[in-house]
């Protein structure tokens, strides 16, 4: 199993990006696909989650202006990042596990190798 994340990069506060992230080597379903980030001397922490394609979870902290989607014909997630600020500047990583929502990063099987995000002020 491999997940490939994509779409990070360097933009200016309130600006947007999109990541993505492909997962390969089986079919996703009907896991829970998430995405979490890691800041400097900060602990991953958990971002967004989307479980079979239906039921979708957010941190509070990107509650409004951060949007999980996926195609499961695709095996892959999105995360649509709007109004983006300089506390969102972190690694983004997917992840996936086998059953329902979780934010605890102990709790998924597969992670993908991380993209960084860059916010400017």
């Known amino acids: 199993v491999q997940l490939q994340a994509s779409g990070g990069g360097l933009v200016q506060a309130g600006g947007s990006l999109r990541l993505s992230c492909a997962a390969s080597g089986r079919t996703f379903g009907t896991y829970t696909m998430s995405w979490f980030r890691q800041a400097p001397g900060k602990e991953r922490e958990f971002v967004s989650g989307?479980?079979?394609?239906?039921?979708?979870y957010y941190a509070d902290s990107v509650k409004g202006r951060f949007t999980i989607s996926r195609d499961n014909a695709k095996n892959t997630v999105y995360l649509q990042m709007n109004s983006l600020k300089p506390e969102d500047t972190a690694v983004y990583y997917c992840a996936v596990r086998r059953f329902t929502m979780s934010t605890q990063p102990s709790e998924y099987d597969y992670w993908g190798q991380g993209t960084q995000v860059t916010v400017s002020s």
């Open positions: 989307s479980w079979n394609g239906v039921t979708t």
